[in-house]
């Protein structure tokens, strides 16, 4: 939520807490997913629980008003609404709390409150999982060492690719196609004078050239629309 859900007014805020609401049962349900996975002899790699398992004790860690779902909302929040405050100011103290801020402070202990009661305790009830299937965990990383790991992933391959090619050949050809894009994008960029470095290090360095940027102003907006719309 914090990188994907927009909050440009309360309405959002609002929306973003009624979000946050559902988390809880998807983290429960995520691990109910991999406990029904174990059962059918399906266990992700240990690497892979190992490097879950302290990510989910620091997210579950903490006071919830610290918590990332949390401040994420309190950082957006206050430029709309300017700094809220933890309770309502006592009567005299300052100036009067608008109704913006007082209904941002709500929002925020709506939130706080989630985290607290559904979300860390999916998380903590999920590390248990973690715990319970890591004596089970395999050592490789690919489905290949799965029981029909190998026509599971032929299965995978015709839906994602619509073929029927072996793998080998499909990614003979994901080779083939990346080496003459990488020699097509090499001739544009030294006609553009970019000869030193890979050509991913010149792309990047194209990337931050100002003539191949707009002026962030009404300006560059309008030239940017007008480029796209050609």
């Given at each position: 939520?914090?990188?994907?859900?927009?909050?440009?007014?309360?309405?959002?805020?609002?929306?973003?807490?009624?979000?946050?609401?559902g988390i809880g049962a998807a983290i429960d349900g995520d691990s109910e997913c991999a406990r029904?996975?174990?059962?059918?002899?399906?266990?992700?790699?240990?690497?892979?629980?190992?490097?879950?398992?302290?990510?989910?004790?620091?997210?579950?860690?903490?006071?919830?008003?610290?918590?990332?779902?949390?401040?994420?909302?309190?950082?957006?929040?206050?430029?709309?609404?300017?700094?809220?405050?933890?309770?309502?100011?006592?009567?005299?103290?300052?100036?009067?709390?608008?109704?913006?801020?007082?209904?941002?402070?709500?929002?925020?202990?709506?939130?706080?409150?989630?985290?607290?009661?559904?979300?860390?305790?999916?998380?903590?009830?999920?590390?248990?999982?973690?715990?319970?299937?890591?004596?089970?965990?395999?050592?490789?990383?690919?489905?290949?060492?799965?029981?029909?790991?190998?026509?599971?992933?032929?299965?995978?391959?015709?839906?994602?690719?619509?073929?029927?090619?072996?793998?080998?050949?499909?990614?003979?050809?994901?080779?083939?196609?990346?080496?003459?894009?990488?020699?097509?994008?090499?001739?544009?960029?030294?006609?553009?004078?970019?000869?030193?470095?890979?050509?991913?290090?010149?792309?990047?360095?194209?990337?931050?050239?100002?003539?191949?940027?707009?002026?962030?102003?009404?300006?560059?907006?309008?030239?940017?629309?007008?480029?796209?719309?050609?």
């Amino acid at each position: 939520l914090d990188g994907r859900h927009s909050l440009a007014t309360l309405f959002d805020a609002e929306d973003y807490v009624t979000r946050l609401e559902g988390i809880g049962a998807a983290i429960d349900g995520d691990s109910e997913c991999a406990r029904a996975d174990a059962g059918l002899g399906v266990v992700a790699p240990g690497f892979v629980l190992d490097r879950l398992a302290p990510i989910i004790d620091a997210l579950s860690a903490g006071a919830p008003e610290e918590n990332l779902l949390v401040a994420s909302l309190r950082r957006r929040l206050e430029p709309l609404t300017g700094v809220i405050s933890a309770a309502a100011p006592a009567p005299g103290a300052g100036g009067p709390e608008g109704a913006d801020q007082r209904r941002a402070r709500q929002l925020l202990a709506e939130a706080a409150a989630i985290v607290r009661d559904r979300i860390v305790p999916a998380w903590r009830r999920q590390r248990n999982v973690i715990a319970e299937l890591r004596p089970r965990a395999r050592a490789e990383a690919g489905v290949g060492s799965l029981k029909e790991g190998e026509a599971y992933y032929a299965a995978a391959l015709a839906l994602e690719t619509t073929t029927d090619l072996p793998a080998e050949e499909i990614h003979r050809i994901g080779l083939a196609r990346v080496k003459e894009l990488t020699a097509a994008l090499d001739i544009q960029l030294r006609a553009l004078g970019l000869a030193q470095g890979t050509p991913g290090e010149r792309l990047a360095a194209l990337s931050t050239d100002p003539a191949q940027l707009y002026s962030d102003d009404e300006a560059g907006r309008s030239a940017l629309l007008a480029d796209l719309r050609a």
